[in-house]
């Protein structure tokens, strides 16, 4: 995080200088009014005898005023500017580091938790940027020029005394802010609590209707709302406490000035016109001195904010574009073999795969099935290392999987994942994932195979018809017909299905697999399911079991041995002559 502040700032070291320098320019020019004005007072005993200066200095008066619009103009804009800016480069690197860490590190992330750092922990860092250059710049030439000039102009003693209270109460504010640091804690802990449960609500919002659990689930709600309004609330206690200091502090300054500045008025070390300048000068400081406490709460929000952001730009990045050693130039062909696999995700101690040993080659169908928690979908993981793989273990047309690039090994694989995941935007976008170079002839054609193309026509805008969130609008078998039809479409020689024909009909079923079975008559292709038919046809099955393999063979030779697999089969088979009766 703290490389990527700080390269986001030497970006915009130029307008943060302009924005610095226009702020001091204002606050110099500001110091003119009063001691004008202050020098008309002293004039205005004899106005006849004084007239042409008194208009002088009335001209004076509004051609700083004229100048204080010109200088204020630019850096409004850029103290806008700056931060905006920025906020959306930090905006940038998180969503590219998200994209890129490793699957070990983001799995532990939860949506609710990602939304706040996009939504609140980046809006802190801009809102303190901007209180920096906007409040914390104007409060820092306020107290240097203001200060000076009315030491040099009016009275030293006169101003080491009216600004004293300022300091007492800065060291009250230094004691405040601990506690205003430690009920934002807690607030943004809330806040992301909160956010993770609306998140998960509404992605269930189906399923909780089903049950009927509105009641429950508001209850709950309304339960960590209340959390984080009493959070929120002493935060509002403390900020509130440390603005009624500063006004205090502030009141004190006045009374002093007026009291000990007659005074020298009286005795005649000041004159009139000074004791008014004096009070303006005064005035100066009202802003900046009550906008204190707003920089220091940002400023504790911000830190908290920078913390937890720097946490997740820390995490372990996946090293896509490296170079391996990959040997043979034309890519990868399609030989797959496992060697005494043993597999347990990192910081969890129970095994998912154990002495995993499996060989495909080139033009093969490689059926896997087993009961949930097999260790399946962890087995095609590996494959794409998605997850970390020890050297020796998986091997692709004889290469070490870990010595091909990273890049290069998920070009040349196509998995379609058993979620069945859709971005809201076009069909045609949903197809391609990510590729461009298609033809629409290949599109419709992979369409086709995917026994989905009959669905978009219907559709008003066809292929370009832009379906809502996760697929919303469309049927689960749609949804996976879709993403079946990204697998006709892509060029890899590993084509991999897992539990993608699930949703389909058995008529459908049969007619994707058929066109299956022509796309991957060169390839390699594996199919992981929980259903004998979509795997009976394969060159190879496998039975896993606790992450073990228990049977191996064909459709054939498994249901021979009576096994595991044929207990698959005998159970399936009872529940489609129930639902023909």
């Not at 990527?4 to 320019?25: A, C, E, Q, S």
Request: proline letters at 2%.
């Amino acid at each position: 995080m703290k490389k990527v502040l700080l390269k986001t700032l030497k970006k915009y070291k130029l307008t943060t200088f302009l924005t610095v320098f226009f702020i001091m320019l204002n606050i110099y020019f500001l110091t003119y009014p009063p001691k004008i004005i202050g020098k008309i007072v002293d004039l205005l005993y004899n106005i006849e005898g004084n007239r042409e200066q008194i208009i002088t200095y009335t001209f004076y008066l509004l051609g700083i005023c004229i100048v204080l619009l010109l200088v204020r103009m630019p850096w409004r804009w850029l103290v806008g500017y700056v931060p905006r800016s920025i906020e959306r480069d930090i905006k940038d690197k998180l969503f590219e580091q998200f994209m890129k860490i490793k699957m070990t590190s983001i799995q532990n992330i939860k949506n609710g938790e990602l939304m706040s750092y996009f939504v609140k922990d980046i809006a802190e860092i801009r809102s303190f940027t901007y209180k920096a250059l906007s409040h914390g710049t104007r409060f820092v030439f306020t107290m240097i020029i203001a200060t000076y000039t009315m030491m040099s102009g009016v009275n030293i003693v006169l101003t080491l005394i009216t600004l004293f209270p300022i300091i007492i109460t800065t060291l009250i504010i230094i004691k405040i802010k601990m506690y205003l640091e430690q009920s934002y804690r807690k607030s943004q802990r809330y806040f992301t609590e909160l956010s993770e449960f609306v998140q998960e609500s509404t992605d269930a919002i189906r399923t909780t209707k089903a049950y009927t659990g509105e009641t429950n689930q508001l209850k709950e709600f309304i339960r960590k709302n209340r959390k984080l309004r009493e959070a929120n609330n002493a935060v509002d206690v403390h900020s509130t406490l440390l603005s009624t200091c500063l006004n205090i502090g502030f009141g004190l300054c006045y009374g002093i000035s007026l009291l000990y500045g007659s005074k020298l008025v009286l005795e005649g070390n000041i004159s009139i016109g000074d004791f008014v300048a004096f009070n303006g000068y005064i005035g100066l400081f009202v802003g900046p001195v009550s906008w204190l406490p707003a920089v220091i709460s940002r400023y504790k929000r911000a830190e908290l904010s920078y913390k937890r952001l720097d946490k997740v730009f820390n995490l372990e990045r996946e090293k896509i574009s490296v170079k391996g050693n990959l040997q043979n130039e034309e890519g990868i062909k399609g030989n797959i073999e496992i060697k005494d696999l043993t597999f347990n995700y990192p910081e969890h101690i129970e095994t998912v795969l154990n002495n995993i040993n499996i060989t495909v080659n080139k033009g093969e169908t490689l059926g896997i099935i087993g009961t949930i928690g097999s260790g399946k979908t962890t087995l095609m993981n590996l494959l794409l290392r998605l997850y970390p793989v020890k050297n020796g273990k998986i091997f692709i047309d004889g290469q070490d999987i870990n010595d091909i690039p990273l890049k290069t090994l998920r070009d040349n694989i196509c998995y379609i994942t058993q979620d069945n995941f859709l971005f809201s935007t076009t069909l045609r976008e949903n197809v391609k994932l990510f590729k461009d170079g298609f033809e629409d002839e290949e599109i419709k054609e992979s369409t086709k195979n995917a026994m989905i193309y009959d669905d978009i026509e219907k559709m008003q805008n066809g292929i370009d018809t832009i379906i809502g969130e996760r697929g919303g609008d469309l049927s689960g078998g749609q949804k996976q017909r879709v993403v079946i039809s990204r697998a006709f479409l892509n060029k890899s020689n590993i084509v991999i299905f897992d539990d993608t024909f699930s949703a389909l009909d058995n008529r459908t079923e049969q007619k994707v697999l058929n066109n299956v079975k022509e796309l991957v008559k060169d390839k390699t292709c594996i199919i992981i399911s929980n259903r004998i038919s979509d795997i009976k046809a394969a060159n190879k099955i496998i039975v896993l079991d606790a992450g073990n393999i228990v049977e191996a063979g064909t459709h054939k030779t498994l249901i021979e041995e009576k096994g595991k697999y044929y207990e698959f089969y005998k159970q399936q088979s009872v529940r489609s002559e129930m639902a023909l009766n």
